[in-house]
């Protein structure tokens, strides 16, 4: 289990994993050697809402980092998530087909979307935010968002 | 379809900001007006927000069935709360799940999406207080 950085804005409560990094479009990456593992942010499924669908890039797709790898269709809207790293799609959720509501129960953990090879992670890893950066920059959001309620 | 005074009571969603909770009433509206108007009866969430007396009564006497528009799954928790059971919950995403090809959309007013979206729905329901109703008529036969 990671252990969290976590906020309240208005009457939602926020929280960011320790043991990755992050884009600023609220995408996680999570290195297991020279494989990342890639998810939604606590903040960005929560933004939102319920997940209906979950459309991920299949196993052996090429990536370019910022290249769309998963379509995520909400109740409030469909998401184009954009991956974090470089390389080539070898393992996709299984959870996705069946259960995509696993994003929204567990952002951090069964609800991850796939693992890419990354072809170049040391690069890619120093373009992206350590979890204090992207916890300020989630609360900025947030808050934003809370304006608009 | 019923005998008189077996009624299943039907309690959507009362959200207004999404397309899910027009979907929840378009299909409650369905079947307690046009599929089964005698053995359904419409509740309005508020009431029992309310602890409106009549509402209440109504959740803990009859089978109740819920239709949540998002996973606060209001409806069926209120009706808990008001001391009724629910029969039946139902979530429109779960339903939106079982049939891609409506997509809702529109939230004053629905678009085709939609309200096939709520027929789909509204034809589940319709099951379900068939089927209650039958329940209800065996025990009290028995």
Redesign the interface.
Known sequence: MPGFLETTVDKFIFKVATDRHYSAEGVWALAEGDRIRVGMTDFLQQLN??V??AEVKPEGTAVATGDEVAVIET??ANVEVPSPVGGTVVEVNPAMELSP?AI?QDPYGQGWLVVIEASDWPTDRDALLDPQAYFELMKGQAEEEAKKL | MSSEGRKVMIVPCSGIGKSYGTVSREAAFEVTEDSRPRSTQLVALSLLVLGDEGARAAVGAHPTVTIDGCKLACAAKMVQESGGAVAQGFAVLDVYRRHREFKPQGIAELNEGGQQLAHALAEEITAVVDDLISQEEASHHA
Do not use: C, L, P, R
């Open positions: 809402g319920d209906a669908f109740i409030k509501e929204n």
